[in-house]
């Protein structure tokens, strides 16, 4: 298990850097790619954050997420957006349900 705590910092380093990139001007889309980007990316935050840190991984995860979405607004050409923070907290649920499962598993065979 402290693997994980290894990898679930350095993912989150890496959350933290992605949302400070300046932003572009994003072109109109029929698929909203990347809000599915958003939803993966942060699944792998809750599914190490399960691993890791069991149950108060939820609530730090989906803290983490809210709070990357709303310090985009100190980075220049970057802003907050409700449908970005939704695929967020989304993708967290999702990735920690699947983490906790494995969890509970791995704990159970040893």
Same mark, same amino acid.
């Given at each position: 298990?402290?693997?994980?705590?290894?990898?679930?910092?350095? =993912?989150?380093? $890496?959350?933290? +850097?992605?949302?400070?990139?300046?932003?572009?001007?994003?072109?109109?889309?029929?698929?909203?790619?990347?809000? !599915?980007?958003?939803?993966?990316?942060?699944?792998?935050?809750?599914?190490?954050?399960?691993?890791?840190?069991? =149950? =108060?991984?939820?609530?730090?995860?989906?803290?983490?997420? +809210?709070?990357?979405? $709303?310090?985009?607004?100190?980075?220049?050409?970057?802003? !907050?957006?409700?449908?970005?923070?939704?695929?967020?907290?989304?993708?967290?649920?999702?990735?920690?349900?699947?983490?906790?499962?494995?969890?509970?598993?791995?704990?159970?065979?040893?």
């Amino acid at each position: 298990m402290r693997r994980y705590y290894i990898y679930l910092i350095v =993912w989150g380093l $890496f959350l933290i +850097a992605l949302s400070f990139i300046p932003g572009r001007e994003a072109l109109p889309q029929k698929f909203p790619l990347d809000k !599915v980007l958003h939803a993966v990316a942060f699944a792998y935050l809750g599914y190490l954050s399960a691993r890791s840190l069991g =149950w =108060w991984g939820l609530l730090i995860a989906l803290v983490f997420g +809210a709070a990357s979405e $709303f310090l985009q607004f100190l980075a220049p050409q970057r802003d !907050v957006a409700v449908l970005d923070l939704a695929a967020n907290e989304a993708g967290i649920v999702a990735g920690f349900f699947i983490g906790f499962a494995r969890r509970r598993r791995a704990l159970r065979t040893g």
